[in-house]
């Protein structure tokens, strides 16, 4: 199995999911990622309708990621060697700035309640942006980040999440990471990081 994809290689496939990706404001999507040693590649792809709350996505993630293992571990009693790289999520969301600490109490409470209720949208202050999130079986991760109305892209690379337990660049993100990390340790035999009990995945 091949290890180590180039991170430009992975930046660029993060970034093209992340500006081409699903139309804006229909379903969401997480795929399995494929590494041959030269090429990226989507091996499944799982729609996430708009009617699953986003408090359900690590499920989500976890459940297929799991299957992938399965399935990755499947092939190679019959003889395949599988190259199951990582897991990748492209998401639309809105966003608005939290109020300074200083703001008086009831913007507080309307930007918690806005949060919690999914209704930045009708906010004056909110960004539309699609998301797409990665990470891979080697410790890595990346976000890229593109805004709707300005098209500007924000990326961000996370490294060393094998190193322990740590958050990696909000919730999505770590559930992805940690299925990355559980489908190196039960697909291919890598340790398992110290201070992380045993995985679902196994």
């Known amino acids: 199995m091949p290890r180590n994809a180039p991170a430009p290689a992975i930046q660029g496939f993060?970034?093209?999911?992340?500006?081409?990706?699903?139309?804006?404001?229909?379903?969401?999507?997480?795929?399995?990622?494929?590494?041959?040693?030269?090429?990226l590649g989507v091996h499944t792809w799982v729609s996430i309708t708009t009617d699953v709350h986003p408090g359900q996505y690590p499920k989500v993630i976890t459940r297929f990621s799991r299957d992938a293992v399965i399935e990755a571990n499947r092939a190679r009693a019959n003889g395949v060697e599988p190259n199951l790289y990582g897991y990748l999520l492209v998401a639309e969301f809105w966003r608005a700035p939290e109020p300074r600490w200083d703001a008086p109490a009831k913007a507080h409470r309307r930007w918690d309640a806005d949060r919690r209720n999914r209704t930045f949208h009708a906010r004056t202050d909110a960004v539309e942006t699609r998301i797409a999130m990665f990470a891979d079986i080697d410790g890595r991760a990346w976000m890229t980040e593109l805004e709707r109305r300005t098209r500007?892209?924000?990326?961000?690379?996370?490294?060393?999440?094998?190193?322990?337990?740590?958050?990696?660049?909000?919730?999505?993100?770590?559930?992805?990471?940690?299925?990355?990390?559980?489908?190196?340790?039960?697909?291919?035999?890598?340790?398992?990081?110290?201070?992380?009990?045993?995985?679902?995945?196994?």
């Open 14 to 39: 993060v970034d093209r999911h992340a500006i081409g990706g699903p139309d804006w404001n229909g379903p969401h999507t997480f795929a399995t990622v494929t590494w041959d040693g030269s090429d």
């Open 152 to 202: 500007a892209l924000r990326r961000h690379f996370f490294e060393g999440y094998l190193d322990g337990p740590r958050t990696v660049g909000g919730p999505f993100l770590s559930v992805l990471a940690a299925s990355a990390r559980a489908t190196g340790v039960f697909a291919y035999g890598d340790p398992m990081p110290e201070g992380y009990e045993p995985s679902p995945h196994a």
